[in-house]
């Protein structure tokens, strides 16, 4: 089944310890994304990457690292999270950066509480 | 940057009937605009798309609507269902970044 796994689905941490958030897609997508929900927010884009070792900033990228090492792979690093950085996370992957016309598949989402 | 409104922010219909809802972009070089249907616990997933060439696409119940002059567009859904609950974001892309900005969301509630 194609599709975007992310792990784990639910997460409580305290500030400052170090965490990654898992992203992993079987469609040989080049353009993956996360993306971080809020309520009255939508959707806004943390990190993308158009191709392996390829990545640019979204509109929130302040306090997250990402890497692109393998073309399934696109994990999401908390260096020193925040209480500020409590939401909800998704990742999300595509054919192309426009979609393609199939848009972007998402992942199920990975809620964040940091304490 | 793109800014994408999105209006209303809650939704709630009687089993049946339509429900519109409604969008507004700022950048005129916007040309694809997505509809998402996120049911909860899950991902948002694409229900509909249309691309500036367009003014309206349809598929089944659901359609969208789109003026380029007043830069908006709209997603429409007939004879709503209660499968049809879910909080549905609308999108925008600037053509010449690629960028995908999401409006704040719509919760439709349909009332048995």
């Known amino acids: 089944e194609a599709q975007v796994t992310q792990n784990p689905r639910y997460l409580i941490t305290v500030t400052g310890k170090k965490l990654t958030v898992t992203c992993s897609q079987n469609m040989n997508h080049e353009y993956m994304s996360w993306y971080r929900q809020d309520p009255g927010l939508g959707l806004r884009q943390i990190y993308y990457?158009?191709?392996?070792?390829?990545?640019d900033k979204g509109d929130v990228p302040e306090g997250y690292k990402v890497s692109r090492k393998e073309k399934r792979n696109f994990p999401l690093i908390l260096e020193s999270p925040s209480p500020n950085q409590t939401s909800l996370y998704f990742c999300?992957?595509?054919?192309?950066?426009?979609?393609?016309?199939?848009?972007?598949?998402f992942g199920s989402g990975t809620r964040l509480t940091v304490v | 940057g793109e800014n994408v409104e999105q209006h209303p922010s809650t939704l709630s219909v009687q089993e049946g009937d339509s429900a519109v809802i409604k969008c507004t972009y700022s950048?005129?070089?916007?040309?694809?605009f997505p509809w998402y249907k996120q049911e909860l616990g899950k991902g948002p997933q694409l229900i509909i798309d249309i691309r500036s060439n367009v003014g309206e696409k349809k598929d089944q119940r659901i359609a969208v609507t789109l003026n380029k002059t007043a830069k908006h567009f709209s997603l429409h859904i007939t004879e709503t269902q209660p499968e049809d609950s879910a909080v549905y974001f609308c999108?925008?892309?600037?053509?010449?970044?690629?960028?995908?900005?999401f409006g704040a969301g719509t919760t439709v509630t349909v009332r048995a």
């Open positions: 990457s158009m191709n392996v070792e390829v990545t």
């Open positions: 999300a992957s595509s054919l192309s950066r426009t979609g393609g016309g199939y848009g972007y598949t």
């Open positions: 999108a925008a892309m600037v053509g010449y970044d690629y960028k995908l900005s």
């Open positions: 950048d005129s070089a916007s040309n694809y």
